[in-house]
């Protein structure tokens, strides 16, 4: 019911900065909790950050704690992702995440709703 379609990604230098951008069309998703995962070329999904229905609470893998931020902007039914001091090890495959319960989930079994994804490629 729910279509993510994700915007932003690009190819940059170690220790730039991109901000990625999820829109929700079909269906609000103020209600929903939201998660960004990668996933890199040989390795498993993996998860990002998470956020709440209402915001006000967040939280993020330790391999990017300090460096992204997750917001959301529920009256315009975004949410956004910005990656400062890129690594080449984030280089990735970013994926927009929706799950119907507002609480923040980690496990990409608790997402069911996704979008096509956004390449990120950080060089040394």
């Known amino acids: 019911q729910v279509k993510l379609v994700e915007s932003g990604g690009g190819s940059v230098q170690a220790g730039d900065s991109l901000r990625l951008s999820c829109a929700a069309f079909?269906?609000?998703?103020?209600?929903?909790?939201m998660g960004w995962f990668r996933q890199a070329p040989g390795k498993e999904r993996e998860f990002v950050a998470a956020?709440?229905?209402?915001?006000?609470?967040?939280y993020y893998a330790d391999s990017v704690k300090g460096r992204f931020t997750i917001s959301r902007d529920n009256a315009k039914n975004t949410i956004d992702l910005r990656l400062n001091k890129l690594k080449p090890e984030d280089t990735a495959v970013y994926y927009c995440?929706?799950?119907?319960?507002?609480?923040?989930?980690?496990?990409?079994?608790?997402?069911?709703?996704w979008g096509q994804g956004t390449q990120v490629t950080v060089s040394s």
């Open positions: 079909g269906r609000t998703i103020g209600s929903y909790a």
């Open positions: 995440a929706a799950s119907t319960n507002p609480v923040i989930r980690v496990g990409i079994g608790s997402y069911e709703y």
């Open positions: 956020i709440d229905w209402s915001g006000g609470h967040t």
